[in-house]
């Protein structure tokens, strides 16, 4: 199945605490890890796959030709400007595909976070596999850890985990469908939790599984949690 994928990376990426946007830090350089930043590790394994047509990258509005000089050398990479918040990136980086006449009958496209750089390809062709199978679907683990509901520091109730499942990415849609479950949302003022949570809206989203090593690096020391993740892959 032939697919693009739009990656958004314009995240500020305050919970890092980093002065550069943190998909260019690399997972566990202080201590001899990867010499590729967290946004080419991510990018690499769509580019590493014959099946991926496109690879947009929707960028922070002043770094985009940091990230355009960053990835040469991936010709499917299209780096555009993406937006405050996610969600926008994400519709501006389906739009590109739009204008690419890329967004056709039956193609599908994948959404993934580009801070999760220890995507697999069996996690991506699972994702693939469930797009063809149910038509839309969402990367996803069963929760194991104890869930519960907080008010300020006060515990107010506990989340039944046998139905509970940490959500992650790829998501994988018909791009027609992304595209029009995003214009939806930006006509009706929605924001969504995420794009499954977008086309929920308009048809069922199944879930496929994911992988607990897919984790999204968000805090310092998930750099070291990546590298040891990326050395075991």
């Known amino acids: 199945m032939r697919y693009c994928v739009v990656i958004p990376a314009a995240g500020s990426g305050t919970r890092m605490g980093s002065a550069v946007p943190k998909v260019m830090l690399k997972p566990g350089a202080s201590r001899g890890g990867s010499h590729h930043t967290i946004l080419q590790l991510t990018v690499q394994t769509f580019a590493a796959d014959e099946r991926c047509e496109r690879i947009v990258v929707c960028a922070p509005s002043e770094h985009v030709q940091?990230?355009?000089?960053h990835l040469l050398g991936e010709p499917r990479v299209a780096v555009v400007a993406g937006e405050v918040t996610r969600q926008r990136s994400v519709l501006k980086g389906v739009e590109a595909l739009e204008r690419e006449g890329r967004l056709v009958q039956g193609c599908v496209v994948l959404v993934h976070d580009a801070a999760r750089c220890c995507v697999s390809a069996e996690v991506i062709a699972r994702v693939l596999e469930g797009v063809a199978e149910h038509g839309a679907v969402?990367?996803?683990?069963?929760?194991?850890?104890?869930?519960?509901?907080?008010?300020?520091?006060?515990?107010?109730?506990?989340?039944?985990?046998?139905?509970?499942?940490?959500?992650?990415?790829?998501?994988?849609?018909?791009g027609l469908e992304l595209l029009r479950a995003h214009r939806a949302a930006e006509e009706q003022a929605v924001e969504g939790l995420d794009d499954a949570a977008l086309v929920a809206r308009l048809r069922p989203v199944s879930v496929v599984l994911g992988?607990?090593?897919?984790?999204?690096?968000?805090?310092?020391?998930?750099?070291?949690?990546?590298?040891a993740a990326l050395e075991a892959r």
């Open 211 to 227: 992988h607990r090593l897919n984790i999204k690096v968000t805090q310092p020391e998930d750099l070291l949690v990546a590298a």
């Open 66 to 69: 940091e990230f355009s000089s």
């Open 138 to 174: 969402t990367a996803a683990v069963p929760a194991v850890d104890s869930l519960c509901r907080v008010e300020g520091s006060v515990i107010a109730g506990y989340v039944e985990r046998a139905t509970a499942w940490t959500v992650q990415t790829p998501q994988g849609f018909d």
